[in-house]
């Protein structure tokens, strides 16, 4: 049984590895030095964001499977999740219009122009944190095959995203094709 539930995920696991580094052979084939570490401060500022997933990921299963038990659990899901989009929106606001100061706190002069991407990246980890609430329906369901689909294609839209967007926007177009595809995480993963 648990082989079942589980062996569908393989592939998505597979894409979300692949979702995430595939940038990576774009941003050494077209991108300077220089470009490379100003991304790699920006994603590390912004990925504060994955500390707060991780501590989410550690409450929110056992909280929204409490949540499931009660007669009006559609009614408190939707309230949970608009508690947590709100909260989600303040700190990635947060990160943004602090991003130039945090970034000159950790580094130096050198590195600040890197805060015009650590807005678009805190978006794209938040997103990360969002998913995994709206990715109940298909664990509870047990279709956890949907979870490779979405993924697969998430990573191809990446890719995609990626070909267009690094020759003409530089390094904010490999930032944007992360949060773009990403994006396509939320509505691709809520059909149930």
């Known amino acids: 049984q648990m ?24 941003m050494i084939s077209m991108l300077s030095a220089t470009a490379l570490g100003l991304y790699s401060v920006a994603l590390k500022v912004a990925s504060g964001m994955q500390l707060i997933q991780n501590a989410f990921m550690l409450t929110w299963l056992p909280f929204f499977y409490e949540i499931l038990k009660k007669d009006d659990f559609k009614k408190r899901f939707l309230e949970v999740y608009s508690y947590i989009l709100a909260l989600l929106s303040v700190i990635v606001l947060i ?25 678009i990246l805190a978006y794209y ?24 689909y979405i993924y697969l294609f998430v990573s191809t839209l990446n890719v995609g995203l990626l070909f267009v967007l690094v020759p003409k926007y530089q390094l904010e177009g490999v930032c944007l094709s992360l949060l773009l595809s990403n994006l396509s995480l939320i509505p691709s993963t809520n059909f149930e």
């Open 95 to 119: 990160l943004t219009l602090f991003s130039k100061e945090i970034i000159l706190l950790l580094t130096n002069a050198n590195y600040v122009e890197s805060h015009k991407m650590v807005g």
């Open 3 to 26: 082989l079942s539930y589980s062996a569908p995920q393989f592939p998505a696991r597979i894409g979300s590895v692949a979702n995430v580094y595939a940038n990576r052979f774009f």
């Open 125 to 148: 980890y938040a997103l990360f944190i969002l998913k995994d609430v709206v990715d109940v329906g298909v664990k509870v369901t047990n279709k956890t095959q949907y979870n490779s």
